[in-house]
């Protein structure tokens, strides 16, 4: 599913993200990215997505090579990669309905597929009954909902969240993590960026941790392992 070998990622100041990451992460797991800021957890995730390029080292998702991969077959890659951020990344001036049948429409869905799967996903959030609702008038966790119904209309087999519950109220975070563990249920692989100690305590997956660019803990049923 993701496979990482020998992974380096040296940016243009010199800094070295990633050093020699080897990593394989199976079909439907849903794994914890742990360690301090600034360890390379981010660039990991941006490399499944093909944000960023390895400097070196192959990468291989869903059986495509990320690092060699062509122009034109990225949009195809990320068809199968959902992305959910911290911060929403909602368009504003769209309605929640919009919002979601957008990401369908960048890849060409026709219209009456699209009409049958966002109520269906709005529904799965929990989120049906604010269709004509604007971003600014949900609250947090709602549009957090909203982003990761965006994240998940295309059936994508892999999902990669960003702290998805970092700007969230613990009460709200449950509500997100129950939904993330629903999503994994239904056969989607997660890979999670995660801060929060009590989430990764609780709710028991595999854990990988990143320090200083290199893999220093990988553990199925794993714990934070840091004082926040």
């Known amino acids: 599913m993701i496979e990482?070998?020998?992974?380096?990622?040296?940016?243009?100041?010199?800094s070295h993200a990633l050093r020699g990451v080897s990593v394989r992460i199976e079909k439907d797991e849903f794994v914890y990215l742990v360690g301090p800021s600034g360890a390379g957890k981010s660039t990991f995730m941006k490399l499944i997505?093909?944000?960023?390029?390895?400097?070196?080292g192959q990468i291989s998702v869903n059986g495509?090579?990320?690092?060699?991969?062509k122009h034109r077959k990225i949009p195809f890659v990320r068809r199968n990669i959902g992305v959910i951020f911290q911060d929403f990344r909602l368009l504003?001036?769209?309605?929640?309905y919009e919002?979601?049948?957008f990401a369908m429409e960048v890849i060409e869905a026709p219209k009456k597929v699209i009409k049958r799967r966002v109520p269906e996903v709005l529904e799965l959030v929990g989120l049906k009954h604010k269709v004509n609702s604007l971003p600014a008038q949900l609250s947090g966790g709602e549009q957090q909902r909203i982003a990761i119904a965006r994240a998940i209309v295309n059936n994508p087999s892999v999902i990669v969240a960003d702290e998805p519950t970092g700007n969230l109220d613990p009460e709200t975070s449950w509500g997100i993590m129950k939904l993330l563990e629903e999503i994994n249920y239904r056969g989607t692989t997660i890979v999670m960026a995660t801060h929060n100690k009590d989430i990764v305590n609780t709710i028991r997956r595999r854990v990988i941790a990143i320090e200083?660019?290199?893999?220093?803990?990988?553990?199925v049923r794993g714990d934070y392992g840091y004082d926040n």
Do not use: C, S
């Not at 070998?5 to 100041?13: A, E, I, L, R, S």
């Not at 495509?64 to 991969?69: D, V």
């Not at 504003?92 to 929640?96: A, E, G, Q």
């Not at 200083?212 to 553990?219: A, F, K, N, S």
């Open 99 to 101: 919002n979601v049948a």
């Open 49 to 56: 997505y093909r944000e960023e390029v390895p400097t070196k």
């Open 92 to 96: 504003p001036k769209m309605t929640v």
């Open 64 to 69: 495509f090579n990320i690092g060699k991969l």
């Open 212 to 219: 200083h660019g290199h893999i220093v803990r990988d553990v």
């Open 4 to 14: 990482m070998q020998d992974v380096w990622k040296t940016y243009t100041d010199g």
